[in-house]
Protein backbone atom coordinates (compact mmCIF):
# COMPACT_ATOMS: atom_id res chain seq x y z
CA UNK A 1 0.00 0.00 0.00
CA UNK A 2 1.11 3.95 -0.62
CA UNK A 3 2.34 5.96 2.11
CA UNK A 4 2.24 9.75 2.12
CA UNK A 5 5.84 10.64 2.18
CA UNK A 6 7.27 13.91 4.16
CA UNK A 7 8.62 15.22 0.75
CA UNK A 8 5.23 15.07 -1.30
CA UNK A 9 4.24 18.37 -2.72
CA UNK A 10 0.85 19.62 -1.63
CA UNK A 11 -0.82 19.11 -4.83
CA UNK A 12 0.76 15.14 -4.69
CA UNK A 13 -1.00 15.38 -0.90
CA UNK A 14 -4.23 16.47 -2.02
CA UNK A 15 -4.40 13.88 -5.31
CA UNK A 16 -3.66 10.83 -2.79
CA UNK A 17 -6.33 11.90 -0.64
CA UNK A 18 -9.05 11.84 -3.10
CA UNK A 19 -7.49 8.67 -4.18
CA UNK A 20 -7.97 7.11 -0.44
CA UNK A 21 -11.67 9.43 -0.61
CA UNK A 22 -13.04 7.68 -3.86
CA UNK A 23 -11.59 4.19 -2.42
CA UNK A 24 -13.77 4.68 0.73
CA UNK A 25 -16.87 5.57 -1.04
CA UNK A 26 -16.36 2.65 -3.44
CA UNK A 27 -16.21 0.25 -0.32
CA UNK A 28 -18.91 2.33 1.52
CA UNK A 29 -21.05 1.53 -2.12
CA UNK A 30 -20.07 -2.05 -1.85
CA UNK A 31 -20.95 -2.46 1.67
CA UNK A 32 -24.46 -0.79 0.82
CA UNK A 33 -25.29 -2.99 -1.86
CA UNK A 34 -24.05 -6.38 -0.46
CA UNK A 35 -26.55 -5.15 2.76
CA UNK A 36 -29.44 -4.93 0.68
CA UNK A 37 -28.61 -7.49 -1.32
CA UNK A 38 -28.74 -9.52 1.81
CA UNK A 39 -31.34 -7.97 3.09
CA UNK A 40 -33.40 -8.53 -0.12
CA UNK A 41 -32.42 -12.45 0.30
CA UNK A 42 -33.42 -12.55 3.95
CA UNK A 43 -36.85 -10.81 2.65
CA UNK A 44 -37.48 -13.68 -0.16
CA UNK A 45 -36.27 -16.91 2.49
CA UNK A 46 -39.28 -14.94 5.13
CA UNK A 47 -41.67 -14.61 2.59
CA UNK A 48 -41.13 -18.08 1.23
CA UNK A 49 -40.94 -19.28 5.16
CA UNK A 50 -44.96 -17.74 5.43
CA UNK A 51 -46.11 -18.99 1.96
CA UNK A 52 -44.71 -22.26 2.82
CA UNK A 53 -46.34 -22.29 6.40
CA UNK A 54 -49.80 -20.70 4.77
CA UNK A 55 -49.41 -23.67 2.70
CA UNK A 56 -49.02 -25.95 5.25
CA UNK A 57 -51.87 -24.82 7.16
CA UNK A 58 -54.03 -25.22 4.13
CA UNK A 59 -52.70 -28.85 3.67
CA UNK A 60 -53.44 -29.60 7.47
CA UNK A 61 -56.80 -27.72 7.43
CA UNK A 62 -57.64 -29.62 4.17
CA UNK A 63 -56.00 -33.01 5.59
CA UNK A 64 -58.05 -32.90 9.24
CA UNK A 65 -61.06 -31.98 6.59
CA UNK A 66 -60.26 -35.17 5.36
CA UNK A 67 -59.99 -37.16 7.99
CA UNK A 68 -63.04 -35.83 9.47
CA UNK A 69 -64.89 -36.44 6.53
CA UNK A 70 -63.65 -39.67 6.23
CA UNK A 71 -64.42 -40.88 10.69
CA UNK A 72 -68.07 -39.43 9.89
CA UNK A 73 -68.71 -41.94 6.50
CA UNK A 74 -67.14 -44.68 9.35
CA UNK A 75 -69.33 -44.16 11.65
CA UNK A 76 -72.43 -43.88 9.27
CA UNK A 77 -70.98 -47.23 7.90
CA UNK A 78 -70.73 -48.85 11.44
CA UNK A 79 -74.11 -47.50 12.44
CA UNK A 80 -75.80 -49.27 9.08
CA UNK A 81 -73.72 -52.33 10.07
CA UNK A 82 -74.74 -52.22 13.34
CA UNK A 83 -78.22 -51.65 12.29
CA UNK A 84 -78.25 -54.42 9.86
CA UNK A 85 -76.24 -56.76 12.28
CA UNK A 86 -79.04 -55.59 14.99
CA UNK A 87 -81.80 -56.42 12.60
CA UNK A 88 -80.29 -59.75 11.44
CA UNK A 89 -80.08 -60.92 15.12
CA UNK A 90 -83.83 -59.39 15.95
CA UNK A 91 -85.12 -61.24 12.92
CA UNK A 92 -83.19 -64.44 14.38
CA UNK A 93 -85.02 -63.81 18.39
CA UNK A 94 -88.22 -63.54 16.79
CA UNK A 95 -87.54 -67.17 15.11
CA UNK A 96 -86.55 -68.83 18.24
CA UNK A 97 -87.74 -66.62 21.00
CA UNK A 98 -84.87 -64.96 22.14
CA UNK A 99 -84.49 -64.26 25.92
CA UNK A 100 -88.10 -64.78 26.51
CA UNK A 101 -89.54 -67.72 28.49
CA UNK A 102 -93.09 -69.28 29.19
CA UNK A 103 -94.13 -70.32 33.12
CA UNK A 104 -96.85 -72.53 34.59
CA UNK A 105 -99.28 -71.08 37.24
CA UNK A 106 -102.27 -73.55 39.00
CA UNK A 107 -105.22 -71.56 39.61
CA UNK A 108 -107.78 -73.44 42.63
CA UNK A 109 -111.58 -74.26 41.98
CA UNK A 110 -113.88 -75.45 44.10
CA UNK A 111 -115.63 -78.93 43.31
CA UNK A 112 -118.81 -78.53 40.64
CA UNK A 113 -121.84 -80.84 40.90
CA UNK A 114 -122.71 -79.92 37.30
CA UNK A 115 -120.08 -80.94 34.56
CA UNK A 116 -117.83 -78.13 32.93
CA UNK A 117 -115.50 -78.08 30.61
CA UNK A 118 -111.89 -75.38 30.32
CA UNK A 119 -111.74 -75.12 26.67
CA UNK A 120 -111.21 -79.12 25.39
CA UNK A 121 -110.49 -80.31 29.08
CA UNK A 122 -113.63 -81.28 31.14
CA UNK A 123 -113.80 -81.06 34.73
CA UNK A 124 -113.71 -83.43 37.89
CA UNK A 125 -117.53 -83.44 39.31
CA UNK A 126 -117.44 -83.54 42.95
CA UNK A 127 -114.11 -83.00 44.01
CA UNK A 128 -111.55 -79.64 44.05
CA UNK A 129 -108.65 -79.06 40.96
CA UNK A 130 -106.26 -77.04 39.43
CA UNK A 131 -106.68 -75.24 36.28
CA UNK A 132 -103.00 -75.11 34.78
CA UNK A 133 -102.25 -71.90 32.42
CA UNK A 134 -99.22 -71.30 30.96
CA UNK A 135 -97.80 -67.33 30.14
CA UNK A 136 -95.62 -65.75 27.87
CA UNK A 137 -92.54 -63.61 29.74
CA UNK A 138 -90.78 -61.61 26.92
CA UNK A 139 -90.84 -59.61 24.16
CA UNK A 140 -90.06 -62.38 21.59
CA UNK A 141 -92.70 -64.76 20.44
CA UNK A 142 -92.04 -68.60 21.75
CA UNK A 143 -92.59 -71.31 18.72
CA UNK A 144 -92.81 -75.62 19.63
CA UNK A 145 -92.77 -75.31 23.59
CA UNK A 146 -92.24 -78.67 25.35
CA UNK A 147 -92.54 -78.39 29.18
CA UNK A 148 -92.76 -81.61 31.26
CA UNK A 149 -94.56 -81.33 34.71
CA UNK A 150 -92.88 -83.52 37.47
CA UNK A 151 -94.66 -84.71 40.97
CA UNK A 152 -92.52 -86.02 43.39
CA UNK A 153 -95.62 -87.48 45.15
CA UNK A 154 -97.03 -89.31 42.05
CA UNK A 155 -93.08 -90.64 41.23
CA UNK A 156 -93.14 -92.06 44.54
CA UNK A 157 -96.62 -93.61 44.25
CA UNK A 158 -95.77 -95.40 41.06
CA UNK A 159 -92.42 -96.39 42.18
CA UNK A 160 -94.30 -98.01 45.03
CA UNK A 161 -97.01 -98.84 42.65
CA UNK A 162 -94.00 -100.75 40.63
CA UNK A 163 -92.62 -102.41 43.48
CA UNK A 164 -95.71 -104.80 44.01
CA UNK A 165 -95.13 -105.70 40.11
CA UNK A 166 -91.31 -105.22 39.85
CA UNK A 167 -91.12 -107.06 36.35
CA UNK A 168 -92.22 -103.99 34.81
CA UNK A 169 -90.26 -101.16 33.40
CA UNK A 170 -89.49 -98.89 36.51
CA UNK A 171 -88.30 -96.09 33.68
CA UNK A 172 -91.93 -95.91 32.58
CA UNK A 173 -93.79 -96.41 36.18
CA UNK A 174 -91.81 -92.57 36.90
CA UNK A 175 -92.46 -91.15 33.78
CA UNK A 176 -96.38 -92.09 34.19
CA UNK A 177 -96.04 -89.83 37.31
CA UNK A 178 -94.85 -86.57 34.88
CA UNK A 179 -97.49 -84.73 32.73
CA UNK A 180 -96.33 -83.54 29.25
CA UNK A 181 -97.69 -80.16 27.94
CA UNK A 182 -96.76 -79.08 24.21
CA UNK A 183 -97.44 -75.01 23.55
CA UNK A 184 -97.78 -74.50 19.33
CA UNK A 185 -97.55 -70.98 19.94
CA UNK A 186 -97.35 -68.05 22.44
CA UNK A 187 -97.35 -64.61 21.51
CA UNK A 188 -94.81 -61.81 23.34
CA UNK A 189 -95.69 -59.24 25.92
CA UNK A 190 -96.80 -55.98 24.77
CA UNK A 191 -98.94 -52.65 25.44
CA UNK A 192 -102.39 -55.54 24.23
CA UNK A 193 -101.25 -57.50 26.56
CA UNK A 194 -98.69 -56.87 29.20
CA UNK A 195 -98.76 -59.48 30.74
CA UNK A 196 -98.18 -61.78 28.27
CA UNK A 197 -100.54 -64.42 26.64
CA UNK A 198 -102.25 -66.76 28.94
CA UNK A 199 -103.69 -70.02 27.73
CA UNK A 200 -105.40 -72.68 29.53
CA UNK A 201 -103.35 -76.32 28.99
CA UNK A 202 -104.76 -78.64 31.28
CA UNK A 203 -106.69 -79.62 34.56
CA UNK A 204 -104.96 -81.18 38.15
CA UNK A 205 -106.02 -82.91 40.52
CA UNK A 206 -105.62 -81.26 43.86
CA UNK A 207 -103.57 -82.96 46.32
CA UNK A 208 -104.48 -83.69 50.02
CA UNK A 209 -101.55 -81.93 51.93
CA UNK A 210 -101.58 -78.40 52.58
CA UNK A 211 -97.98 -77.93 50.33
CA UNK A 212 -96.89 -79.27 46.98
CA UNK A 213 -93.75 -78.70 45.27
CA UNK A 214 -93.95 -79.50 41.24
CA UNK A 215 -90.31 -79.51 38.83
CA UNK A 216 -91.14 -78.37 35.49
CA UNK A 217 -88.53 -78.60 32.56
CA UNK A 218 -89.32 -76.15 29.52
CA UNK A 219 -87.67 -76.59 26.30
CA UNK A 220 -88.01 -74.47 23.12
CA UNK A 221 -85.91 -73.67 19.92
CA UNK A 222 -83.77 -70.67 22.04
CA UNK A 223 -82.90 -72.89 24.93
CA UNK A 224 -83.96 -74.94 28.03
CA UNK A 225 -85.23 -73.30 31.39
CA UNK A 226 -86.67 -74.87 34.72
CA UNK A 227 -89.60 -73.78 36.78
CA UNK A 228 -90.02 -74.67 40.68
CA UNK A 229 -93.82 -74.19 41.33
CA UNK A 230 -94.69 -73.65 44.89
CA UNK A 231 -98.36 -74.41 46.40
CA UNK A 232 -99.66 -73.89 50.02
CA UNK A 233 -102.84 -73.64 51.27
CA UNK A 234 -103.95 -71.37 53.93
CA UNK A 235 -107.38 -70.90 55.83
CA UNK A 236 -108.18 -73.25 53.15
CA UNK A 237 -107.27 -71.01 50.23
CA UNK A 238 -104.15 -71.91 48.16
CA UNK A 239 -101.91 -69.53 47.46
CA UNK A 240 -98.70 -70.32 44.49
CA UNK A 241 -95.49 -68.86 43.97
CA UNK A 242 -92.71 -69.88 41.34
CA UNK A 243 -89.21 -68.98 40.07
CA UNK A 244 -87.63 -69.70 37.08
CA UNK A 245 -84.07 -70.02 35.87
CA UNK A 246 -82.71 -69.71 31.98
CA UNK A 247 -83.04 -69.43 29.14
CA UNK A 248 -80.21 -67.55 28.96
CA UNK A 249 -76.98 -67.05 30.80
CA UNK A 250 -78.02 -63.62 32.62
CA UNK A 251 -81.35 -64.97 33.59
CA UNK A 252 -79.61 -67.95 35.58
CA UNK A 253 -77.54 -65.58 37.37
CA UNK A 254 -80.66 -63.57 38.62
CA UNK A 255 -83.69 -66.26 38.30
CA UNK A 256 -87.57 -64.52 37.06
CA UNK A 257 -90.05 -64.61 41.11
CA UNK A 258 -93.24 -64.57 40.25
CA UNK A 259 -95.73 -65.07 43.94
CA UNK A 260 -99.31 -64.24 45.04
CA UNK A 261 -98.16 -60.84 47.16
CA UNK A 262 -100.33 -62.05 50.08
CA UNK A 263 -97.80 -65.23 50.77
CA UNK A 264 -94.55 -64.25 51.70
CA UNK A 265 -93.49 -67.41 52.73
CA UNK A 266 -93.76 -68.19 49.40
CA UNK A 267 -91.75 -65.88 48.23
CA UNK A 268 -89.26 -67.15 50.33
CA UNK A 269 -89.17 -70.29 49.03
CA UNK A 270 -88.83 -69.40 45.61
CA UNK A 271 -85.97 -67.38 46.36
CA UNK A 272 -83.59 -69.93 47.53
CA UNK A 273 -84.88 -72.64 44.71
CA UNK A 274 -81.80 -72.15 42.61
CA UNK A 275 -79.01 -70.51 45.09
CA UNK A 276 -76.92 -73.89 45.00
CA UNK A 277 -77.01 -73.74 40.71
CA UNK A 278 -76.29 -69.67 41.05
CA UNK A 279 -73.37 -70.25 43.01
CA UNK A 280 -72.09 -73.21 40.91
CA UNK A 281 -72.56 -70.85 37.70
CA UNK A 282 -70.66 -67.99 39.74
CA UNK A 283 -67.62 -69.94 40.43
CA UNK A 284 -67.24 -71.26 36.63
Known amino acids: MMAIRPEMEGWERSLWFLVVVCF?????????????????????????????????????????????????????TMQRSDAIVNGVADSIKE????????????????????S??????PAPVGLPYFVVSVTSHGRYPLNGTHAILMDDERRLAAMQEFNK???????????????EYRI?????????????????IGLYSMPSADSKRLSIAFSAPNGSWDEALHLGRLNDIWHQC??????????????????????????????????PTQAAKKAQ
Open 24 to 76: AIIEIRAINNDQKQAESDLRRITDGLKTTIEEGKTATSGLQTTINEGRLHFDK
Open 95 to 114: QTGGDSFAFITFTAEPAQTL
Open 116 to 121: MHWNDF
Open 165 to 179: HPRGDWIQAIDSADT
Open 184 to 200: PYLRPQSPEAPGGQVDI
Open 242 to 275: LSVIGPTVKQASHPFVYCDSDWPEGKALAEKDWV
